[in-house]
């Protein structure tokens, strides 16, 4: 396994840290297969309640390696092929019962953007810029972008994004609603693992399932989301946890 990303778990929390600072942690050959590889194992086991994305260095993801590409020869099919690869690895943690936080310091750009879309709480530093910027190396949207964004900020802002190459701060990013919170530079990753622990430690379950129930709700039908929402809580309170909870709420 190569070391272009870092991944531990412990406490109930999968911690996968992009690790090609010299590169604003942009995806590679090596970093694509390697997010294929870990999102895939993350999504599937069973200790991981929260999973928790950061970068090492000065961006959280700068997108596609661009100076890979040139060197390759501009060849189309690799590019398809490893963007089926980051693909499989959202969409594992995107369909996952498994709350994702983001600790997005820095610059989040291109592709970038696709993996902060992957998340479902983004935490952003005061200097944090987020951006699209496909057009402005001749590309187009890859990695969930044209899919997600303007399910997070609206259709006409998305296109704002994309067709003005527009870095948006931290301010406009969290006025959109990109993100979730601005915190110092700083404190990025603090808070972010602060979110986490939260999240594994109280009800993660139940609040894994909230999340799947609504980002599976895109695509279908009214009727189908809300069987769905009944199976899952009928489900639910058949647990230990929520037994306890409930019981220990009556009491109060």
Known sequence: ?????????????????FNR???????????????HQISL??????????????????????GGDVRTMRDLGFDGNWLIELADRINEGQLALIESAKPVIAAAHGTTAGGGLGVLLT????????SSKIGSIYAKVGLTPDLTVSALLSRAIGERRALQMMLQDRMLSAAEALEWGLVAEVVADDQVLARAEEIARFLAESAPDARGQAKRLVRSAYGRSLAESVADEAR?????????????????????
């Open 21 to 35: 600072p010299e590169r604003l942690n942009a995806f590679g050959e090596d970093l694509a297969l390697a997010w």
């Open 119 to 126: 998340s479902d709480y983004a935490v952003v530093g005061e």
């Open 41 to 62: 194992d993350v999504a599937a086991r069973e200790d991981v309640k929260v999973v928790l994305l950061a970068g090492n260095g000065r961006a959280f993801c700068a």
């Open 1 to 17: 396994m190569t070391d272009a990303i870092l991944c531990e778990v412990q406490d109930g929390i999968a911690r996968i840290t």
């Open 232 to 252: 899952t809580i009928g489900h639910t309170v058949t647990t230990a946890d929520a037994q306890a909870r409930i019981t220990a709420f009556v009491q109060r």
